[in-house]
């Protein structure tokens, strides 16, 4: 009943049948669980995943850190040219 309520599928047919069966007011209980769980909630799981997103693309976007095709850089040929030298 609660994550159906959380993600707003058919919350207020379950809030219909509990209002008839206990008490007019459990309505407030209904209005905490929807914008704490659907609204509080789900922005605070996109808030973590935007996070993420940025610092993974802030590190792709290093100079130096990664090649073309995604993978990171390995030593550069001229160097062993020096040091062969």
């Known amino acids: 009943m609660v ?3 959380t993600t707003l599928e058919g919350w207020s047919d379950i809030q219909t ?3 008839e069966t206990y008490s007019y007011y459990i309505f407030l209980y209904f209005v905490v669980m929807v ?3 659907a609204f509080f909630l789900m922005n605070l799981t996109l808030a ?3 996070a993420a997103f ?3 693309n802030k590190q792709a976007n290093e100079p130096g850190k990664f090649d073309d095709a995604g993978g990171e850089v ?3 040929l001229d160097d062993f ?3 062969a030298a």
Request: proline share 5%.
């Open 3 to 5: 994550f159906q309520c």
């Open 17 to 19: 049948l509990y209002q």
């Open 35 to 37: 914008f704490i769980g």
């Open 48 to 50: 973590v995943i935007n």
């Open 54 to 56: 940025s610092d993974t």
């Open 74 to 76: 390995g030593p550069n």
């Open 81 to 83: 040219e020096e040091a």
